[in-house]
């Protein structure tokens, strides 16, 4: 299948355009989840065609949907889209489906095939990475959210990705970034006044006849 490559360059100028017009997702996070995707389909020996695209096509949408305050359909969106796409290609039937999989299953924990389960692991580690929730607090800012809404958001984003892997090779990879963001979340909440050693102040007690 070696028009898959062809074929990607098409998806990825669609997807920038998309990218430039809502900066949903941010172009970083992107390139990001295809990357990933692709080394886990090596390490595990998975169709990288279907990864390729699967990859691509998760969020393409999510971007419109957010915009029309309809983010819980970025999914059936980003199905819609894929089809339409696809149906220009003579694609073999079981890539199609698989590819579909990819976008119908990225928010969940049980799969169809190994590609589908890479790709919804490979989109939790956009906020596994320490890299990635700097980047949250800039790109979340430009969005509109104060601080403590993106504080908060990245603590429920870490967890919440971190409870949604299920790649035992992804979560051996993720253990350590998973503690150390969390520790430095729960050290961020604290006020510099916390880390100030007070000093213990023995006052002069009066006593009766002084
Ligand atoms: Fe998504």
Request: hydrophobic share 40%.
């Amino acid at each position: 299948m070696d028009y898959v490559d062809d074929i990607v360059n098409d998806l990825d100028q669609f997807a920038v355009s998309e990218i430039m017009k809502y900066n949903i997702p941010t172009l970083d996070n992107y390139n990001d989840v295809v990357n990933v995707a692709i080394e886990l389909g090596k390490k595990l020996n998975a169709n990288l065609s279907v990864i390729k695209l699967g990859s691509r096509f998760l969020d393409i949408k999510l971007g419109e949907a957010t915009n029309e305050k309809k983010i819980n359909e970025h999914i059936t969106k980003s199905l819609g889209f894929a089809k339409e796409f696809l149906s220009k290609y003579p694609f073999e039937e079981d890539v199609k489906q698989k590819v579909f999989a990819c976008i119908m299953e990225h928010h969940c924990k049980k799969f169809s095939y190994i590609e589908s389960e890479i790709c919804a692991n490979a989109d939790c580690y956009k906020f596994l990475v320490p890299k990635k929730i700097l980047r949250m607090f800039y790109n979340w800012k430009q969005r509109g959210y104060n601080f403590e809404e993106i504080f908060l958001l990245a603590e429920e984003k870490v967890e919440e990705r971190w409870s949604a892997l299920t790649l035992d090779v992804c979560k051996k990879e993720l253990e350590d970034n998973y503690n150390k963001i969390k520790e430095f979340l729960s050290l961020a909440r604290k006020d510099p006044i916390s880390f100030v050693s007070v000093i213990n102040k023995k006052e002069k007690k009066f006593v009766d006849g002084e």
